[in-house]
């Protein structure tokens, strides 16, 4: 059974089951604004459209153009200039939660905990094997 939610987009409430995240009614606005964008980028000479071009010709808002691409609705292998922004540094990504630099960037960052924590344990392991003692004999 659902949950009663209020609409993001419009502010009616709706059925949330955990299909769409918005009501019935603007659903269909969104497909009918889907439509427009498709139809836009199927000729050939706005395939590599930018996000901003698609936005200054359809009247569609970023944010739909991010969610569609994003469930792959638009696919950026058939749209090259489409993506999606990166939820660190917000540029735009065609895949994952983000872009390949910052994946990079926390990849490094993770290289460095890890040679640091090896070597805290290490030394930790060392100090554990070395006893002084203060016996007289």
Same mark, same amino acid.
């Given at each position: 059974?659902?949950?009663?939610?209020? !609409?993001?987009?419009?502010?009616?409430?709706?059925?949330?089951?955990?299909?769409?995240?918005?009501?019935?009614?603007?659903?269909?606005?969104?497909?009918?604004?889907?439509?427009?964008?498709?139809?836009?980028?199927?000729?050939?000479?706005?395939?590599?459209? &930018?996000?901003?071009?698609?936005?200054?010709?359809?009247?569609?808002?970023?944010?739909?153009?991010? %969610?569609?691409?994003?469930?792959?609705?638009?696919?950026?292998?058939?749209?090259?200039?489409?993506?999606?922004? !990166?939820?660190? !540094?917000?540029?735009?990504? %065609?895949?994952?939660?983000?872009?390949?630099?910052?994946?990079?960037?926390? %990849?490094?960052?993770?290289? &460095?905990?890890?040679?640091?924590?090896?070597?805290?344990?290490?030394?930790?392991?060392?100090?554990?094997?070395?006893?002084?003692?203060?016996?007289?004999?």
């Amino acid at each position: 059974m659902g949950e009663l939610r209020n !609409c993001p987009t419009c502010g009616d409430f709706f059925n949330f089951t955990g299909v769409r995240d918005v009501c019935h009614k603007c659903v269909q606005s969104e497909e009918e604004q889907y439509q427009v964008v498709y139809s836009f980028l199927r000729k050939r000479e706005n395939r590599a459209a &930018t996000v901003e071009r698609i936005v200054e010709v359809t009247g569609v808002k970023e944010e739909l153009l991010y %969610k569609w691409v994003r469930k792959n609705r638009l696919q950026p292998a058939m749209f090259p200039n489409l993506g999606y922004p !990166c939820d660190n !540094c917000g540029s735009l990504t %065609k895949q994952g939660k983000l872009c390949e630099n910052c994946q990079n960037d926390l %990849k490094a960052e993770l290289r &460095t905990f890890e040679a640091a924590k090896e070597f805290r344990s290490s030394v930790e392991n060392s100090e554990k094997g070395t006893y002084l003692s203060d016996r007289k004999r």
